[in-house]
């Protein structure tokens, strides 16, 4: 079983930036991806960014150009570096990973959340 904690969160005025961490432990086979989502009341978990093994990003479409991740593959950490925030990027982040069990088997893993405010 792996744990992630994020720390983080806050409260921030429209225009500011926040960095958010989030550190794995825990029985660890071999995580390839790590990454963040993000959720609102009423509303699905919303892809944000993630980061491979090898160094490979990706984001969504929204927040490209104001949000980096990285990742330290040593530690097994993942940071999530958001400049530029807008209100419409209030809500609640979760830290992700995945971790290959085997050649053929992956589990997924989820943080408990931290929460994010944009003030206009």
């Known amino acids: 079983q792996v744990q992630l904690v994020e720390s983080g969160g806050g409260l921030v005025q429209a225009g500011g930036s926040l960095r958010l961490s989030c550190a794995a432990s825990?029985?660890?086979?071999?995580?390839?991806?790590m990454g963040w989502y993000r959720q609102t009341p009423g509303k699905q978990r919303e892809f944000v960014a993630s980061?491979?093994?090898?160094?490979?990003?990706n984001y969504v479409n929204s927040v490209k150009g104001r949000f980096t991740i990285s990742r330290d593959n040593a530690k097994n950490t993942v940071d999530l570096q958001m400049n530029s925030l807008k209100p419409e990027d209030t809500a609640v982040y979760y830290c992700?990973?995945?971790?290959?069990?085997?050649?053929?088997?992956?589990?997924?893993?989820w943080g408990q959340g931290t929460q994010v405010t944009v003030s206009s």
């Open positions: 992700h990973s995945t971790d290959r069990i085997n050649a053929f088997t992956t589990s997924d893993y």
């Open positions: 980061v491979t093994t090898g160094g490979n990003t």
């Open positions: 825990g029985r660890i086979f071999s995580i390839i991806a």
